[in-house]
T-cell receptor, first 115, second 112 residues
Framework: GAVVSQHPSRVICKSGTSVKIECRSL??????MFWYRQFPKQSLMLMAT?????????EQGVEKDKFLINHASLTLSTLTVTSAHPEDSSFYIC???????????FGEGSRLTVL | GENVEQHPSTLSVQEGDSAVIKCTYS??????FPWYKQELGKRPQLIID?????GEKKDQRIAVTLNKTAKHFSLHITETQPEDSAVYFC???????????FGQGTILTVHP
């Protein structure tokens, strides 16, 4: 199956700093990638849809200025959590779908801990 | 937007028994319904999916049924094994591929 790789897998940062998470589709091109957030013992919540070459589409309630998304190429999308606070601590997972199939492939996830 | 409800939130069975998890969805335009298994700290893994033009799909011990009229779909696991223990999520999406709405999740525990 298609492979989506995410980096870093774990990151700890101080409150007020920014953290960048990368999501790469390794063996296929993804014009669209998706960023989900998962709090402990909860479900996955879609944050935004990342579109190659254009602005991301954010879900209601997600601050676009806080969660910066860049999708500069067909294989890479980045999520930057700006001015991170402890409440941003979560498991962030990216995904991409194989064109024409609808099947979604997830990255390994990135666990962010903000101190 | 789409809303997906999943039940039960926890399910405990004995090894060898069957497990059933049910989901309902609200958007009649949804046409793709995947099920994911997620182990602690890991990514969700697709275990089976079904599209709206099919009523049932089976893959070895796992089956999914879909009732479009009632807008609900179910996951059936037969002959459960301890390694089936995990959190299971249903999801639904419409014409926007990949934009999934997830259910709340079911913690399945299979006791040896």
């Amino acid at each position: 199956g298609a492979v989506v790789s995410q980096h870093p897998s774990r990151v700890i940062c101080k409150s007020g700093t920014s953290v960048k998470i990368e999501c790469r589709s390794l063996d296929f091109q993804a014009t669209t990638m998706f960023w989900y957030r998962q709090f402990p013992k909860q479900s996955l919540m879609l944050m935004a849809t990342s579109n190659e070459g254009s602005k991301a589409t954010y879900e209601q309630g997600v601050e676009k200025d806080k969660f910066l998304i860049n999708h500069a190429s067909l294989t890479l999308s980045t999520l930057t959590v700006t001015s991170a606070h402890p409440e941003d601590s979560s498991f962030y997972i990216c995904s991409a779908n194989l064109a024409g199939t609808g099947e979604l492939f997830f990255g390994e996830g990135s666990r962010l801990t903000v101190l | 937007g789409e809303n997906v409800e999943q039940h039960p939130s926890t399910l405990s069975v004995q090894e060898g028994d069957s497990a059933v998890i049910k989901c309902t969805y609200s958007d009649s335009a949804s046409n793709y319904f995947p099920w994911y298994k997620q182990e602690l700290g890991k990514r969700p893994q697709l275990i089976i999916d079904i599209r709206s033009n099919v009523g049932e799909k089976k893959d070895q011990r796992i089956a999914v049924t879909l009732n479009k009229t009632a807008k609900h779909f179910s996951l059936h696991i037969t002959e459960t094994q301890p390694e089936d223990s995990a959190v299971y999520f249903c999801a639904a999406s419409g014409t926007s591929y990949g934009k999934l709405t997830f259910g709340q999740g079911t913690i399945l525990t299979v006791h040896p």
